[in-house]
């Protein structure tokens, strides 16, 4: 899969979740269309502490479908002539920057004949440097962060300036998720890393986030990279990786924070099923009862396939409603 198409596939994957740009109207893309940049920029506080991943998930879902390159171009455009220093402004425009560059990628880097890297270098430049143009407003929004690296890593050969920008971000919000989100596509086996480099980014990831997560973020990291297929998560023994002692403890920190997370405690029994533990995988059945969410399950492992394994069981019972959406924001 093209990595510019992963990323968009990445950004809507979360749409389900809690907080998430698809829970409520698309309030910015309505904004924007109608070319409210005060209202955009008014908003963005509310948007930066409790929701970046929608801001960036409504402007690059309406950039990717619309394709109106030339007339957003000239918007943004306007919006920098009238408020140069908009914070708002210049993190759209990061995120135009990134969606027009990726539709102009085809295959991967080394392949991209040089005429065609060096133009799509220069569009990928154009977003970095809006950002760096505002950057002494970046402690404001963790976003500017999350979206400097994924700026940081498109088209890159090498991590480090990536690296580098996720160790500043880091100082300043440690417990943000997009950050880490972001900078976890770095080590991706789906994105050219390892399992051994992902991994062992998840584990510094766990050290950043402790004191409020716990243990969480390791299973989140995971939960993000898992997929259909030979992309699904497997659990190979002891001394494989993922760790499932880590995993399960995560989820486990993860649902004493969010004890209705529906979402969450699909995933966990899905992995459950896959690491073997019978004992967690009944647990979680017998919490959820008939509340499934399949596309937590991949093809590989589907609810049935598990519960014919490992057997459900003791009869389901009740449990308080649990809500159909999670805490595990999107890329």
């Known amino acids: 899969m093209f990595p510019s198409l992963l990323l968009s596939l990445l950004l809507a994957s979360g749409a389900q ?7 409520k109207p698309p309030v910015l893309q309505k904004q924007w269309s109608e070319r409210k940049f005060e209202a955009i920029e008014r908003g963005l506080r509310e948007w930066c502490m409790g929701d970046g991943a929608g801001f960036e998930a409504q402007f690059d879902s309406y950039f990717r479908t619309t394709q109106s390159w030339a007339a957003d171009r000239s918007a943004l455009a306007q919006w920098r002539q009238q408020a140069p220093d908009s914070l708002a402004g210049a993190m759209v425009e990061a995120i135009y920057w990134r969606a027009y ?9 080394g392949q991209m004949p040089k005429e065609a890297m060096d133009f799509y270098q220069e569009q990928l430049g154009y977003g970095k440097a809006r950002l760096q143009q505002v950057k002494a407003q970046a402690n404001a929004c963790p976003l500017w962060h999350s979206l400097n690296i994924s700026l940081q890593l498109e088209g890159a050969v090498s991590n480090r300036s990536a690296a580098r920008a996720y160790l500043d971000a880091v100082q300043v919000f440690p417990n943000d998720p997009q950050i880490h989100f972001a900078m976890a596509h770095a080590y991706s086996p789906r994105r050219g890393g390892s399992l051994v480099q992902f991994d062992q ?26 997929g259909n297929g030979s992309d699904a998560i497997q659990f190979r023994g002891q001394r494989g990786l993922p760790e499932w002692r880590m995993v399960k403890t995560g989820f486990e920190d993860l649902l004493q924070r969010n004890p209705h997370d529906l979402r969450g405690r699909n995933k966990f029994a899905s992995f459950a099923c896959r690491a073997n533990d019978r004992e967690t995988y009944h647990r979680l059945r017998q919490e959820l009862g008939e509340r499934i969410v399949p596309e937590l399950w991949p093809d590989v492992a589907d609810v049935e396939a598990c519960d014919r394994k490992l057997g459900k069981g003791a009869a389901a019972v009740a449990t308080p409603a649990a809500q159909a959406s999670g805490v595990n924001s999107r890329s």
């Open 17 to 23: 979740e809690p907080g998430s740009a698809a829970a």
């Open 101 to 109: 560059a990726s539709q102009l990628r085809l295959g991967a880097i």
């Open 201 to 226: 980014f998840a584990r510094r990831a766990v050290f950043f986030t402790r004191a409020v997560e716990g243990g969480a973020m390791y299973a989140r990291l995971y939960w993000r990279e898992d």
